[in-house]
């Protein structure tokens, strides 16, 4: 115990003389903070507002390019006379550098006015409300897109960011500004029509038999297809019956004569009040039901002009129906050449669309369309080759089955009629068990856009003994062979033209091209869901977001150039900033002006990595100068 306490006593000395030893001497001058000088309700007084946006700020790029548009283009929409209207190429700066700051709504680009310094800048101080914002977006817009398009494109062009030499297309579904569960399914609208011509049906016969017995004559009413104008017809001449009692009781006076004709009247207005308020206005209904589809198989009351798709949008990337549109865009170096939005959710029966959009248009024609398997059909193939001998353009588009036929498992399949030999010669098949194949007729079919497709069919000598028919068909007699000659010689060139090296690498820039730029919008800019409703409306939208796509491109292109992105050795930036030059200017590399740009730039980054980006630049350049 005593040795214990001896113990805490030393350590309880030890740590006090430690305490003294480490305390430091305190200053006797007392130093007050500073701070810069503050004050925020002073006055301030700007020279130039132009002056606080940085020169490669993405809204001098909107200035730039929106002042390049003849004004003619823009004042043929306007009518003239009346109140004073905001400027359209302000209106058009606005909404475009709204966009590329992910403002969407006309109440959040009106607020983005009144606070952000480049946005007063492209208004010149001016405040047009939310309202004015969304007629001029909603109403000016619908008419003069297509034109401006044009013109921005046709701009790039000549500045030389794209060269519409290859055709990157691809497809994307984007949600309609629609409720998800107010839909109209065609197939059930053709069921209850069925069901409601069987009712009526029924009481034309009911109808017809109390027309016997009143001794009433009507017009005859086919009962396979009863028009709405022949039933309020019908409801006329049962009026006009019942009115007849009506004055027939008013004119007796005899109870048990007044009772049969009320009677009589009443089993008459039953048919009148199921004509009028149920049989006519469903007619009407699902006839304007079957307008409003057309070609499609769904749509949303709150958007007709939106058709439910199949989306992944939850995050185990399950299939959700949701009234959306099909946007079908092309892109070269990540700029969005062209556009056009679709009712129809499959791909495949959008190509000749777009394409026959974008021939219409002022813009030149591709020289090669890059596409997915989604559009590799034979309707599609026909198209690009042309019905003369010159194509419209080349193609490097594989047919949906590609993949799957350089497997060995299918190479490996006797079921598969492309592993057996053919006699060119005779015409026939051999199958895997020796016996022949014999050509039996021709046949045409239609697919679902209703082209017509011709077919070879093939039908064995014999398949009853066969051990290895249960490996071959499932079919109870001969094994058939369907073969589309004019598709196969389409698949064999696409596939020829697939396995060839350069144009390999070309298909290969598909997926850095034209899903870097969906993912660009749909993921960094968050653009998800359509804010207006309507196809015309949601064209002038997605133009909208094309163009700024393409503005913020152009001015990130600037910033490399100039130098101010900062490089980060880690990361290899200096080589990733020549490979990007190289993309977007390989056409223009020889240029002076590149090669201005290009020095510049050199001098810049030698200040920071002592001169390892200048001599990567002139590694990769061309010797000729």
Not at 145 to 170: C, P, R, S
Not at 224 to 252: K, R, W, Y
Not at 508 to 531: D, Q, T, Y
Request: charged fraction near 30%.
């Amino acid at each position: 115990m005593s040795n214990q306490k001896i113990t805490n006593e030393e350590y309880t000395t030890q740590t006090t003389l430690l305490l003294e030893v480490q305390e430091k001497p305190v200053s006797k001058r007392q130093l007050a903070p500073t701070f810069k000088p503050y004050n925020n309700h002073q006055s301030f007084f700007i020279y130039d507002l132009q002056e606080l946006i940085p020169e490669n700020h993405v809204a001098r790029v909107v200035d730039e390019m929106i002042e390049d548009i003849p004004d003619e283009l823009l004042f043929q929409h306007y009518l003239g006379g009346g109140r004073s209207s905001y400027h359209p190429k302000m209106m058009l700066k606005v909404i475009l550098y709204a966009y590329s700051q992910k403002v969407y709504s006309c109440r959040g680009i009106e607020k983005l006015i009144r606070e952000s310094i480049p946005a007063m800048w492209l208004a010149g101080m001016q405040n047009p409300d939310f309202r004015t914002i969304n007629f001029f977006r909603g109403y000016r817009m619908k008419t003069l897109m297509d034109e401006l398009f044009e013109n921005m494109i046709h701009q790039l062009i000549e500045k030389g960011y794209i060269t519409f030499e290859d055709y990157f297309l691809d497809g994307t579904k984007l949600e309609a500004n629609a409720n998800k569960y107010s839909f109209i399914w065609k197939k059930s609208t053709v069921r209850f029509e069925e069901k409601l011509k069987e009712k009526i049906k029924e009481n034309l016969q009911h109808i017809h038999e109390l027309a016997q017995t009143e001794e009433m004559e009507l017009e005859e009413i086919p009962e396979e297809d009863v028009t709405s104008g022949q039933l309020t017809t019908l409801s006329h001449q049962l009026e006009t019956q019942v009115n007849t009692l009506t004055a027939e009781i008013e004119a007796t006076k005899e109870v048990s004569v007044r009772k049969e004709l009320r009677s009589r009247r009443s089993a008459l207005k039953k048919p009148i009040k199921l004509i009028q308020e149920n049989f006519i206005p469903r007619i009407q209904k699902y006839q304007a039901y079957h307008e409003t589809f057309g070609d499609r198989n769904s749509f949303s009351k709150t958007d007709t002009d939106a058709t439910f798709m199949r989306m992944k949008e939850d995050h185990m990337k399950n299939g959700q129906l949701k009234p959306g549109y099909n946007v079908q865009m092309a892109t070269e170096n990540q700029f969005i050449l062209y556009y056009s939005i679709h009712q129809r959710p499959t791909d495949t029966r959008c190509f000749i669309p777009h394409l026959e959009k974008l021939a219409a248009s002022t813009l030149p024609m591709p020289k090669t369309v890059i596409a997915d398997a989604g559009y590799g059909s034979e309707e599609n193939y026909l198209y690009a080759i042309g019905e003369e001998k010159e194509p419209r353009f080349d193609y490097l588009i594989p047919y949906n089955t590609y993949l799957k036929e350089n497997t060995r498992k299918y190479k490996n399949n006797i079921k598969n009629a492309k592993n057996w030999d053919y006699q060119e010669k005779d015409d026939w098949f051999i199958c895997p068990n020796g016996r022949k194949v014999l050509f039996k007729k021709y046949q045409n079919k239609k697919n679902a856009s209703g082209f017509q497709q011709s077919y070879k069919i093939y039908e064995c000598e014999d398949c009853s003994d066969c051990p290895l028919k249960a490996q071959c068909t499932t079919a109870k007699g001969n094994r058939q062979v369907h073969w589309n000659t004019v598709f196969e010689e389409m698949k064999a060139k696409a596939k020829a033209a697939l396995e060839c090296e350069e144009k390999a690498a070309i298909y290969a820039r598909r997926k850095i091209e034209v899903e870097s730029v969906f993912g660009h919008i749909k993921g960094n800019r968050s653009f998800r869901r359509f804010l207006l409703r309507g196809l015309d409306k949601v064209h002038v939208e997605f133009g909208i977001v094309a163009l700024a796509h393409n503005l913020l491109k152009v001015a990130a292109i600037r910033q490399l150039l100039s130098g101010n992105k900062r490089i980060d050795k880690k990361s290899g930036g200096e080589k990733r900033d020549v490979f990007l030059l190289q993309i977007y200017f390989k056409d223009l590399w020889d240029s002076p002006f590149f090669l201005w740009r290009v020095d510049k730039r050199a001098k810049v980054a030698d200040r920071v990595q002592k001169g390892a980006v200048r001599a990567t630049f002139h590694e990769q350049a061309p010797s000729n100068k």
